[in-house]
């Protein structure tokens, strides 16, 4: 595999917790990193999962051995879970909110459509339907057409 300097993490890189479950090189010198990753030759040869970083550390990259490295060649990105509708309206507002709380007090969610660059609110609940721009959509059509605002899916990992 080619070296490529500019793809070297370490503790002074931006948003570290970005590695965590990705495949690839570990070392503490640069120099035995290039020489490692120049010995690839498949991506099953990739034995270091990051599995936590620790961002107050010289050597921030924990592996799935247990040990600590300064530097962090990514080589295979994790798999991103399959993402289907929520069940129902109770489902997704769980999960929205996060508390483990069960209320029957409806929040306000804004979501955003998919093809065009404005927010709307979801104004009604009824069991597996939202009320979205006066129309009541199931909640296929939700996870479909529509986003949060921060552009995650309207969606769960499935099981």
Do not use: A
């Amino acid at each position: 595999m080619k070296f490529e300097r500019s793809n070297v993490v370490d503790g002074l890189c931006d948003n570290l917790k970005q590695w965590v479950n990705w495949k690839g090189v570990v070392s503490d010198n640069l120099k035995n990193l290039k020489e490692i990753v120049e010995n690839i030759h498949s991506e099953d040869n990739v034995k270091y999962k990051v599995v936590d970083v620790d961002t107050q550390s010289n050597t921030p990259f924990m592996t799935d051995r247990g040990l600590y490295w300064q530097f962090f060649y990514p080589v295979v990105s994790p798999e991103k879970p399959k993402l289907v509708p929520f069940d129902n309206c109770q489902e997704m507002i769980d999960w929205y909110w996060d508390t483990g709380v069960s209320t029957n007090v409806r929040p306000l969610i804004w979501v955003k459509h998919k093809g065009v660059d404005f927010d709307v609110l979801i104004t009604g609940y009824n069991r597996g339907f939202v009320c979205v721009e006066n129309t009541w959509k199931n909640m296929r059509d939700l996870f479909n057409e529509y986003t949060f605002l921060d552009g995650t899916p309207i969606g769960k990992e499935e099981e």
